[in-house]
């Protein structure tokens, strides 16, 4: 369907006989918009979507309700608490990812996918019992086990199913989804818990996760397993598989220079995720309203870029968008320490766009660079490397925060910007050398 012709009768009111002329000018800009969307023809993507919907928009209650939980067990040490839950969390996915990984090339993905959201339903349902500190830790640490067993294994899924003509649209839409999700999510989740009350609203988990889990079974066994044949797969040692996974991700020049964008990435996402709260209340000397609108400003930033990303950079490196990146975010963050609120906002929306054109594009490079057959390894270990960039990008954030409280963003992007600048001049380096050799 071309939407174009959706608008044509408001078109032809406001431009009379130029309505032709200003069509054509339209065109190109409404399908850069409408472009996801087609990906969502392909029915095995699109039920697999929404089931990656319906799990994601029922993670953000189990969060909010976990925050909510620990105040009831502890209320005097409940940030402590809910801090080591999320340590847990990106733990779970360091370790465990890569085997994830291996694994989704050895056994029948789909079993995969509805054995893990099938434990995950029930750990969330178990949450609302809860009554001590080590059952939080130990409960959340399962849940993210089996996180980090489903999540490689979707990601290595989606460029098998969809056309390599829009692969990027795909995985697109799905970042666009998450970071969305991640924004309005919690939002409704809070109204929820007002509603059914705290420990309820993981019930609301677990119904979303049994919704994911009927389009899942939805989805013919064979349409998850192109790429990859488990009846002739090679038995391997795990180990070596492993290994073989984080050889591939860091051997390719492209996707070691993609890789090391989001590590600088994650250093500027943290100082924002780690210290706004503090510039907004102390610095600033305004309330959670505010912190709210920042946040969720910079969410939307993200959401659109990924949504757009796909269709507009169409180069085979996505250098355009990885290196505008990390620039845009270093240099949003710079001034943060130095403009008002109603400045901190735009800051943050170009914040959250930099954030998306450097973290978004190594899936889509695995993708494009990795043979199907090893694809799930590869996405395995990014996804593990990834959070872990992360878990040294928070302590980093922390101490700037502590150590400079009133120009912790401005070093902060600082080192963002040195070390894009020392990413690119490596990248160029290697491309010069690789000349020199022919």
Same mark, same amino acid.
């Given at each position: 369907?071309?939407?174009?012709?959706?608008?044509?009768?408001?078109?032809?009111?406001?431009?009379?006989?130029?309505? %032709?002329?200003?069509?054509?000018? &339209?065109?190109?800009?409404?399908?850069?918009?409408?472009?996801?969307? +087609?990906?969502?023809?392909?029915?095995?993507?699109?039920?697999?979507?929404? *089931?990656?919907?319906?799990?994601?928009? $029922?993670?953000?209650?189990?969060?909010?309700?976990?925050?909510?939980?620990?105040?009831?067990?502890?209320?005097?040490?409940?940030?402590?608490?809910?801090?080591?839950?999320?340590?847990?969390?990106?733990?779970?996915?360091?370790?465990?990812?890569?085997?994830?990984?291996?694994?989704?090339? +050895?056994?029948?993905?789909? /079993?995969?996918?509805?054995?893990?959201?099938?434990?995950?339903?029930?750990?969330?349902?178990?949450?609302?019992?809860?009554? @001590?500190?080590?059952?939080?830790?130990?409960?959340?640490?399962?849940?993210?086990?089996? *996180?980090?067993?489903?999540?490689?294994?979707? =990601?290595?899924?989606?460029?098998?199913?969809?056309?390599?003509?829009?692969?990027?649209? *795909? /995985?697109?839409?799905?970042?666009?989804?998450?970071?969305?999700?991640?924004?309005?999510?919690?939002?409704?989740?809070?109204?929820?818990?007002?509603?059914?009350?705290?420990?309820?609203?993981?019930?609301?988990?677990?119904?979303? #996760?049994?919704?994911?889990?009927?389009?899942? #079974?939805?989805?013919?066994? *064979?349409?998850?397993? +192109?790429?990859? %044949?488990?009846?002739?797969?090679?038995?391997?040692?795990?180990?070596?598989?492993?290994? +073989?996974?984080? =050889?591939?991700?860091?051997?390719?020049?492209?996707?070691?220079?993609?890789?090391?964008?989001?590590?600088?990435?994650?250093?500027?996402?943290?100082? !924002?995720?780690?210290?706004? !709260?503090?510039?907004?209340? &102390?610095?600033?000397?305004?309330?959670?309203?505010?912190?709210?609108?920042?946040?969720?400003?910079?969410?939307? $930033?993200?959401?659109?870029?990924?949504?757009?990303?796909?269709? #507009?950079? @169409?180069?085979?490196? =996505?250098?355009?968008?990885?290196?505008?990146?990390?620039?845009?975010?270093?240099?949003?963050?710079?001034?943060?320490?130095?403009?008002?609120?109603?400045?901190?906002?735009?800051?943050?929306?170009?914040?959250?766009?930099?954030?998306?054109?450097?973290?978004?594009?190594?899936?889509?490079?695995?993708?494009?660079?990795?043979?199907?057959?090893?694809?799930?390894?590869?996405?395995?270990?990014?996804?593990?490397?990834?959070?872990?960039?992360?878990?040294?990008?928070?302590?980093?954030?922390?101490?700037?925060?502590?150590?400079?409280?009133?120009?912790?963003?401005?070093?902060?992007?600082?080192?963002?910007?040195?070390?894009?600048?020392?990413?690119?001049?490596?990248?160029?380096?290697?491309?010069? %050398?690789?000349?020199?050799?022919?």
């Amino acid at each position: 369907m071309d939407y174009c012709y959706i608008w044509q009768p408001i078109f032809r009111i406001a431009f009379g006989s130029d309505l %032709n002329k200003h069509y054509m000018e &339209t065109r190109p800009l409404l399908k850069i918009f409408t472009e996801p969307f +087609k990906t969502l023809r392909n029915s095995t993507f699109a039920r697999l979507y929404f *089931a990656q919907i319906a799990s994601l928009f $029922g993670d953000a209650f189990t969060w909010l309700g976990l925050a909510l939980l620990t105040y009831q067990i502890n209320p005097g040490n409940a940030a402590a608490i809910l801090a080591s839950a999320l340590t847990l969390r990106v733990t779970a996915y360091i370790i465990f990812s890569p085997f994830a990984g291996v694994v989704s090339e +050895k056994l029948i993905r789909k /079993n995969i996918l509805l054995l893990t959201q099938l434990a995950r339903m029930a750990i969330v349902c178990m949450l609302p019992f809860v009554t @001590k500190e080590w059952q939080v830790y130990g409960l959340i640490f399962a849940l993210n086990v089996f *996180a980090a067993f489903f999540t490689p294994t979707y =990601r290595a899924i989606i460029p098998q199913i969809v056309e390599k003509e829009i692969y990027r649209e *795909a /995985n697109g839409l799905s970042m666009a989804t998450f970071q969305l999700l991640s924004v309005f999510g919690p939002a409704l989740a809070g109204v929820f818990a007002v509603w059914l009350g705290a420990k309820q609203i993981f019930f609301v988990n677990g119904a979303t #996760l049994f919704i994911a889990i009927l389009l899942i #079974l939805t989805i013919p066994m *064979a349409a998850l397993q +192109k790429g990859v %044949n488990t009846d002739n797969t090679p038995p391997g040692n795990t180990w070596s598989e492993v290994i +073989k996974g984080i =050889r591939l991700l860091f051997g390719n020049k492209i996707l070691r220079f993609s890789l090391s964008i989001e590590f600088i990435s994650a250093i500027a996402g943290a100082m !924002v995720l780690v210290n706004t !709260v503090g510039l907004v209340k &102390t610095s600033l000397q305004l309330d959670d309203k505010h912190y709210g609108w920042m946040m969720a400003i910079f969410g939307v $930033g993200a959401a659109i870029t990924a949504f757009l990303l796909g269709s #507009l950079d @169409k180069t085979k490196t =996505r250098s355009i968008s990885l290196i505008s990146g990390a620039i845009l975010i270093g240099l949003a963050i710079s001034f943060a320490n130095f403009v008002p609120y109603n400045g901190l906002l735009f800051l943050w929306v170009f914040a959250g766009i930099g954030q998306t054109l450097a973290d978004m594009p190594s899936e889509t490079l695995i993708g494009e660079n990795i043979e199907p057959q090893d694809q799930g390894k590869v996405y395995g270990s990014h996804f593990a490397f990834s959070h872990l960039w992360w878990a040294i990008a928070y302590p980093i954030a922390g101490f700037l925060g502590t150590r400079f409280p009133e120009k912790e963003f401005l070093y902060g992007g600082m080192l963002t910007l040195v070390l894009a600048v020392i990413a690119v001049l490596a990248l160029k380096s290697s491309k010069g %050398n690789r000349k020199k050799a022919f």
